[in-house]
């Protein structure tokens, strides 16, 4: 069976909007832009879209196109069928029946085989595909960066010994950060840069739901599976994946954690994007990063360093505003932040 280009188009452009933050809504100039098609035809395609329900349009200044619901509750067979419409796949010629046989044999196996098509693109959803999205985007990250390898076993352990050494607690407590969020005991949480399960661990021992570490380091996984399973924690699912190419759906978290990891990050607005994505309306950001500007304090270099004054300004662009921020020693500080509607 051939589908229409407008379907192919239609197909496109949900994904595309899944992929962005759901209260980011985009001009049918960049979607056509995207697709390399004209917009007049773009815009045809997306009044079927928005008539359909899956679409909304939105005015003003900043006016656009964004979903009108979760892309994890669209199916590729509601898109296909908003573009195509759902008559029938095969009509049989009644000038070809055989008397003896009232029914159209021939009719019942395309038929058939258009249900079996159906059954599979219904059970296929937007979401699900910018989940892959970014799992391919993560392979392609993990090899091109390799900074990630620790040489062996003996800078393994090197890294893990630094990462939980006593000072590290001494300066904040992973109690003491996750208590100054409000976490309900039903939050999803993902922690980013998880490492050695600094916060995931004990995250996952203060609510029901699923904790996600994600970590570019299989081996940084490998451990904090372990050290859930020492603790008899079932709710920690760990992800091999990039802080800018998160493997979840969006609106799918209701808190993300990031202690001392965005320094790191080859793009901030990247991966702050993603964030926005993954995080529901009324969720919280929480992250503590260095900032030893004016000090004779060590930390990552100044260059890479971000101030919460500046941290403040990214993470408004992507509608979050910072609640609470405060000061720790060694030059670090705590920022967070709550995602408005």
Known sequence: MKFSKATNYALHTMVYLANLSPEKSVGVKELATKQNVSPTYLSKVLTMLVKAGFVESVTGVNGGYKLAEPASSISFLDVIQAIEGKGAFFHCDPKNHSESKPHCLIGEVM???????????????????????KKHQHQRSANMNHHHNHHGEAGFKRKVDYLDRPERSEVLSPEGFLTSIPIEKTASILDLG???????????????????????????????????????????????????????EASSVDVVLASLVLHEASSLETVLSDVSRVVKTDGYFACV???????????????????????????????????????????????????KA
Not at 112 to 126: C, R
């Open 194 to 248: 998880a490492g050695t399960g600094f916060l995931t661990i004990p995250a996952a021992k203060l609510v029901d739901n699923t904790v996600f570490a994600l970590d570019l380091d299989a081996e940084m996984l490998k451990l904090i599976e372990e050290k859930a399973k020492e603790a008899e924690l079932a709710n920690v699912q760990t992800l091999e994946a990039s802080m800018d190419a998160i493997p979840l």
């Open 289 to 339: 990063e260095f900032d030893t500007k004016g000090t004779d304090l060590k930390g990552p270099p100044m260059e890479i360093q971000i101030s919460a004054e500046k941290l403040r300004e990214e993470l408004a662009r992507f509608g979050f505003e910072v609640v609470k921020n405060w000061q720790l020693d060694e030059g670090m500080y705590v920022s967070i932040a709550v995602k």
């Open 111 to 133: 038929n058939n085989a258009k249900q079996q098509m159906e059954d599979y693109l219904s059970k296929q959803t937007v979401g699900s595909i910018v989940v892959e999205i």
